[in-house]
């Protein structure tokens, strides 16, 4: 049962007192119920979690402020063991502020490792939803398996947000986001649903479509039943920019990055220390649960070098020698440390890479010759090349998650993709889009020439929805779940392909 229509139990037996006074803007007037964006949890550890809110009266307010008064507001919180809250185990307040969008980020801390934890907010006599959280196994346990949930891409315009609540339906223990939770577009010549403001530029601009998507019911039940893990892609900011180079040259790109950013920490389940510095972000990191899985989550846009060759995201061909330059990265040196040192030193079962881009060599030509995309990771192959010698020089069962291309992959990671009989490395699994490319087709008429292509690819399906993955010590069981529609509500979702992967077997199987 999706814990985000539950609402608080207010007189509970047992609970502490929480602000019993109505909230009040600057005038002295009573506000509006403020929690119209939901709530949220993410990050989790062994010991504790990260409890969100963003307040808003109003959230289509065209400042992007929520309509909300320029003060701080007082908010209460609590952590309980039940959804009744019968057993509050952490209580506490913090203070939203206007310069924050008025959000809150609650770090808890001393909880057991592995539980399951219900959380509420309040502001004056204004209670908000219940969100469900969890914390990491104990370090060094394998024995609790790893459900996880993840997807990308989630387009206002051109669809329903039904495979967020399908998601939330299949219960997961955490949700990875893999890049654009939203896009910074102005207003579509033929929308399923209408965006409101135009494309993001400023602060305010971010912020309100950060509250558009916030205030969506099927997306608030996502948030609100399990723990997320974001990263942010290119559109979360602007559509194909990569490091300092941006798509557009007008307006200066590094102050609208730098608002990005601040609307985005705003708007997500994220620390206090991922907080952005002007328009800098650390927000690649690992995520550990127990010894079944360490998650590294990568930022694979603000430390990579230019597009290859055009300078500009495309298509190139063999011809394309800056495509092998070890010179240029996908990650940046500092990063590329990091998880090299994270692949070495990891005891897990299993380690999974969060990511945003097409991490397999992949031939898009249809034909003759070969097509690959600057974009993904064949535009930077010497990145490539030293994450999958780490690999497998350090013995790790790996396994690639992917957003980004609209549609369901599946396929081996190859030492040498020029040798198609080289040992596999890996294996990618690349989520299709909550709703961008709108309903989409189960087939493509050219599918099957580029499954020929690339012999290494084993599945498509061109559907939207999500990916479900129980990880255990020896196995990951993999659900492509999809849905036939978003341009209408409520589709149903199916699993249009189930995998195993073996540990000590980077191999996709039937299940």
């Known amino acids: 049962m999706s814990t985000s229509r539950r609402t608080f139990l207010i007189a509970a037996a047992g609970v502490p007192a929480l602000i019993n006074a109505p909230a009040l803007a600057a005038d002295g ?24 809110t963003r307040l808003a009266v109003d959230p289509l307010a065209p400042d992007g402020g929520g309509g909300m008064p320029d003060r701080l507001v007082p908010v209460e919180w609590q952590l309980a063991a039940d959804d009744g809250f019968q057993l509050v185990l952490r209580a506490g307040a913090e203070v939203a502020r206007p310069e924050d969008g008025h959000a809150v980020h609650v770090e808890v801390d001393g909880l057991a490792p592995g539980g399951e934890y219900f959380y509420r907010f309040r502001v004056g006599q204004d209670v908000s939803p219940v969100g469900r959280t969890v914390t990491a196994p104990r370090p060094g346990t394998l024995t609790r398996d790893l459900r996880l949930a993840f997807t990308s891409c989630s387009d206002w315009q051109t669809g329903w947000f039904t495979p967020y609540r399908r998601m939330a339906e299949d219960q997961p223990d955490l949700i990875a986001f893999l890049g654009d939770y939203f896009y910074e577009y102005g207003r579509y010549g033929s929308a399923v649903r209408p965006i409101a403001g135009g494309e993001c530029f400023t602060l305010g601009d971010y912020r309100l479509r950060f509250a558009q998507h916030h205030s969506d019911p099927d997306l608030q039940a996502a948030h609100a039943v399990a723990p997320w ?141 070969v097509q690959y995309s600057n974009e993904a990771w064949d535009g930077y192959v010497a990145t490539r090349n030293k994450v ?96 036939k529609y978003v341009s209408t509500p409520g589709a149903p979702v199916y699993t249009s392909g189930s995998f195993v992967i073996e540990a000590g077997r980077p191999e996709l199987l039937p299940k």
């Open 29 to 52: 007037s009573r506000l509006d119920y403020p929690f119209t964006l939901g709530v949220a949890s993410g990050d989790p550890t062994s010991t504790g979690v990260v409890l969100w």
């Open 229 to 369: 893990v974001p990263v942010y892609d290119d559109h979360d900011i602007e559509n194909a920019w990569a490091g300092d180079v941006p798509e557009q040259p007008d307006p200066p790109f590094l102050p609208r990055r730098a608002a990005a950013f601040q609307a985005y920490y705003e708007n997500m389940p994220l620390r206090p220390t991922q907080r952005p510095s002007g328009p800098d972000i650390a927000l690649y990191r690992t995520l550990r649960w127990g010894s079944v899985a360490n998650l590294h989550m990568l930022d694979t846009r603000l430390h990579r070098d230019r597009y290859a060759c055009t300078g500009r995201s495309g298509m190139i061909g063999a011809d394309c020698a800056e495509r092998l330059d070890p010179a240029r990265t996908l990650l940046g040196a500092e990063q590329e440390a990091w998880l090299t040192d994270g692949l070495r030193t990891s005891s897990a079962a299993w380690d999974l890479l969060g990511q945003q881009v097409f991490f397999m060599q992949m031939d898009w030509s249809n034909g003759a010759g």
């Open 388 to 483: 999958t010698d780490a690999i497998a020089e350090y013995g790790r069962n790996a396994v690639v998650l992917t957003g980004d291309v609209h549609s369901h992959w599946a396929g081996e990671v190859k030492r040498d993709f020029a040798d198609p009989e080289s040992e596999s490395v890996a294996v990618e699994l690349v989520t299709t889009s909550v709703t961008s490319a709108r309903d989409g087709l189960d087939w493509y008429p050219n599918t099957q020439v580029l499954l020929d292509e690339n012999p290494h690819v084993k599945f498509f399906n061109g559907r939207r929805g999500y990916v479900n993955a129980r990880v255990s010590a020896e196995r990951v069981d993999v659900d492509f779940r999809s849905l």
